[in-house]
């Protein structure tokens, strides 16, 4: 396979890729790594160009008191649009762990300089909110070395944490102290309601899905199967970015073999205090780690290639963000209501409606029932019907327990390409598909 050639993927939602490499603009970021101050000088400059279609900000301070920087990008990012949702990448949070830095760079670069010229990235980005933050351990990046692929100097922070422990744990107490950066995140992620997202390392190169550990699987360090109750959208959603890279779906990368390009994290290694189980279990977010090189700080020379092969799973991976189910919480008399516990029935892990009554939960295609939860107890309740494609909305009342009738409903940017795919084609089912 040819990366970055037209051609069809294997599961229909990546038609798309298709579309994508026909219409678009010539980056205008040099391949290069960029330091603290280079990055902050391209994300000003970037905001500065493009100020009705970002919002820059810092979360907090490093250890060396540097800012950590996020990018929104949308539609007037700062403006709320009901049922907008908002998704998220971080990088560089082992600072040792070069690539996925550049590689955000780089989308903001893609996104901001094809909005106005490929309309398909246009809609997303008129109906989606995408916060990216490229370095949560600018400390540790500036203290890295080119060229070292396997070490381990700059990849905790100036403290000596690795930040990717540093979470409270869900299956075993951390007893770690929180560290600057992860503090700032765990507030980050408290003002925000984001759906989906992705953390971006290196090392290896496989997909990483939830649950990265399970009771004492730290001190036991057996490696196990630990089974999250949304196994099959985090199976779903991993494979989403594994087949529309160039070849991290093969599995055999770096003397690994994975199936299709995906691992559930504790079958690989038992992982205490993760940044990925944080943001399912304490906030609603489905959250995958993604290993995106062999080497974790490779030459200058190879970041076009590491490019090439990403370019399209990150743009399609949170175009995935617009599947399952979201509505308002009502009362009877139609106004919102806002932050109730909310589940999908038998499924254990909550999630919350936001601060304007709005819930969003990515499920897999079939019937499922979502609840509304007041100290425990359900107190309203609805059934849904989720399509092989597209996204259900459905508004839930206080008090009504019944099931009522579901609409399906796909982003404008898919009619235009109805054409090429009857159906809703960017949130199909996984499937072969003929490449081209």
């Known amino acids: ?15 798309f890729i298709l579309f994508v490499s026909l219409c678009h603009v010539t980056s205008t970021l040099d ?27 810092s979360v907090g301070k490093s ?23 908002h998704v998220k990448y971080v990088g560089n949070m082992h600072g040792n762990e070069a690539v996925g830095r550049e590689m955000l760079l780089h989308l903001i670069d893609y996104y901001l300089t094809n909005y106005y010229v490929n309309s398909t990235i246009k809609t997303f980005l008129d109906n989606t909110v995408v916060h990216i933050m490229p370095s949560m351990n600018p400390d540790g990046f500036e203290v890295s070395t080119e060229g070292d692929c396997f070490g381990v100097q700059g990849r905790p922070n100036t403290n000596n944490y690795d930040l990717n422990r540093n979470f409270p744990g869900y299956f075993e107490v951390n007893k770690a102290p929180i560290q600057p950066e992860t503090n700032a995140v765990m507030d980050w992620l408290k003002q925000h309601r984001f759906i989906l997202s992705a953390n971006l390392h290196g090392g290896a190169m ?15 360090g057996q490696t196990r199967y630990v089974k999250s109750h949304d196994d099959d959208t985090f199976i779903h ?5 594994s087949y529309s890279h160039a070849n991290m779906y093969t599995g055999r990368h770096c003397n690994d073999n994975f199936p299709d390009g995906i691992t559930n994290g504790a079958l690989w290694y038992p992982v205490l205090g993760g940044m990925q189980d944080y943001n399912y279990v304490r906030e609603g977010c489905f959250e995958i780690t993604l290993e995106i090189g062999c080497c974790k700080y490779p030459p200058t020379s190879e970041l076009t290639t590491f490019w090439s092969y990403n370019k399209y799973a990150l743009i399609n991976f949170l175009m995935a963000v617009h599947s ?27 999630f919350k409606s936001s601060q304007y009554g709005e819930y969003w939960r990515l499920l897999r295609p079939g019937r499922h029932t979502i609840q509304v939860l007041s100290e425990g107890k359900v107190i309203a309740e609805k059934q849904v019907q989720v399509p092989d494609n597209g996204v259900v909305r459905e508004d839930i009342y ?36 003929k490449t081209v």
């Not at 106004?335 to 499924?347: F, L, N, P, S």
């Not at 404008?412 to 072969?432: D, Q, Y």
Request: proline content about 5%; glycine content about 6%; overall charge positive.
């Open 31 to 57: 391949f290069q790594y960029h330091n603290y101050q280079d990055l902050t000088n391209y994300l000003t400059n970037m905001s500065n160009k493009y100020p009705d279609l970002t919002h820059l900000y």
């Open 324 to 350: 399952g189910v979201k509505g308002l919480v009502r009362t009877p008399n139609n106004t919102e209501v806002v932050g109730y516990d909310m589940a999908v029935k038998g499924r254990q892990i909550l």
């Open 398 to 433: 206080i008090g009504d327990t019944s099931s009522a009738s579901v609409i399906q409903s796909c982003l404008p940017f898919v009619i235009s390409l109805i054409s090429i795919c009857l159906h809703c084609p960017l949130f199909c089912s996984v499937r072969n598909i």
């Open 1 to 15: 396979m040819v990366s970055g050639s037209p051609r069809w993927i294997r599961f229909g939602m990546n038609f």
């Open 237 to 241: 959603l991993s494979k989403v970015y």
């Open 63 to 85: 250890v060396q008191n540097r800012d950590l920087f996020v990018l929104a990008i949308g539609k007037l990012p700062q403006n709320h649009l009901t049922l907008r949702p």
């Open 206 to 220: 496989v997909a990483n899905y939830p649950f990265d550990n399970y009771v004492n699987g730290s001190i036991i």
